[in-house]
C-alpha cells in the first residue's frame, strides 16, 4: 500500500482559529463521552505514585483533552495532580474553562 500524507487542518497555520477551536471542542466532547484513556487510569496512577510526581506537562493538548474527567478520576485513588496544557495554536478558552472549573489546577 502506498504512503499517504495526510495533515492534521487544525494544526496548519492557514486554519481559521473558528475552525480550529471547533474541532478541538469537537474532540473535547468525544473524549469525554467515550473516555477511550479509561483503561490507562491504573497504569497512570501507579506511575504518577511511584515516581511522586503530582504535575503533569500535556503536550498538544487542544481543548484540555482528557483532563476534566481524568483528573477527579486520578483523584479517587489518591493521586492530586496539576495539568500544565500546551499546544502551537491553543483553545483559549476551553483553557480558561478548564482553569476555571478545576480552581487553577488546570492551567
Partial sequence: MKRLHLIEIHDQ???PRTVRDGETDYLQFVIATTK???AMVPILAAAL???GT???LDLCSGAAGPWLWLQPVLAERGVSVSVR???KYPNLEAFRRSNRLT???IS
Fill in 36 to 38: 477511550p484513556y479509561a
Fill in 54 to 56: 503530582r504535575q503533569v
Fill in 13 to 15: 497555520d492557514w486554519c
Fill in 85 to 87: 496544557l500546551t499546544d
Fill in 103 to 105: 480552581h487553577q489546577s
Fill in 49 to 51: 505514585q511511584r515516581t
